[in-house]
Structures are given as C-alpha cells and as structure tokens.
C-alpha cells in the first residue's frame, strides 16, 4: 500500500508574506507594515470590514502567487520521498471556487518550482471548496479520503488545526513554529520544527 506524506502549502512548503504584503498594500497603501504581516497570523483586525474582504479576493486570486517563495530544504525532502517510494498530498485551505479560483495558479507554481506535480496516483491535492468552509473540518474529512489510496504516515504543517487533522487519523504531525506561533498546548506526539531537514532526518531514521 502507498505510503503518504501530507503537506499543508502556506507557511509549510512556501512562504507568503510577499503576497500577503503586497495584497495589503494594493488594499489599505502603507498603512499595514510587512513586519505586521510577518509576525501575524490573521491581520483581519487591521482592516475594516469591508477592506478585508478587499483584501481577501486579493490574497485568495491567483494575480500575485508568483510572489510566494519555497522554503528551504521543501523541495529536496520531497524528491527524497518520492525517490524512497512516498506519495504526496498537498492539503490546503486554499480555495478552488468562483469566488475564489486559485488552483490553476497552484498547480503552475508547483510545477514551476520543481516540486511533485498532482497529475499521476502518487501525487494529489486538495483545495476547500467554499471559503466558509471550517479549515478543521475540510482537513480532516479530506485526509480520511487518502485511506483509499494509501496511507499517511506523516503530516507537515504550520498550524493547530493541521496537527489536529494528522493525528486524527493516526499520522505524526509535524508543526513548522513560526513567529505567530502560540505557546498552546497541540496535540499529543507533535513535533514542532524549523526546518525540513528534521522531516527528513526522522523518516530516514523510522520509516525505511
């Protein structure tokens, strides 16, 4: 049965504060600080209302994903699995909706940066369907999906709900602790990390 690794996208394999800047600045000018944006996860409060959702058909397009940047070691991780037999699966909140259409350009900064692209049974992604859809819920129904093809294993991503929706269905969650990272209490045999090198160094030493 194929092994799987899941992957969260933003703040996991790739760095967005670029965009995340930049949509703020197209919204509200200078006002908002790319300092601000670093070290802020949500900066929903730093907006009216209606400059948010501004900002949010933004940052939720594809106009400006050629901004994001990979992070280090991301890519040679991947190509370490794949090369040791592991499928993929990108899990992210982004969305695939009219509304909100960001798939195309996903793919094609995938494809573009190298790293495994979702077009063959070893390789998949998911996306929410509808912007109102609970991040926590969306995960965790999508992961229980990748029962059918495989088995995940490990589970990388930046965020509580991540590591929640990994260790529902039994796979080691891996949390990526940035700035904005809360000192709260994630679930039992997370790992938290800052760098991909500890991905890597630990399914060398426990999962061949």
Known sequence: MLRVVVTDIDGT???NINRKFNCAMKTVGDRISKKQCDEE???KHLFSIEEYQDFLKLFYSEQLLELDTPVKGALDTFKWFMDNGFGIFYLT???DCTEYPMKSGTMAWLRSRGFPYPDNEKVFLSMKKDMDIDDRDFKINAIMGTKKAGFAVIGVGDHMNDAIAYNHIGAIPFIFK???TKDTEFPRGTRMITDWDAVKK???ENLL
């Open 41 to 43: 996860y949500s900066i």
């Open 13 to 15: 394999i790739l760095d």
């Open 202 to 204: 630990w399914a060398e």
């Open 178 to 180: 940035h700035k904005y």
């Open 93 to 95: 909140g982004r969305t």
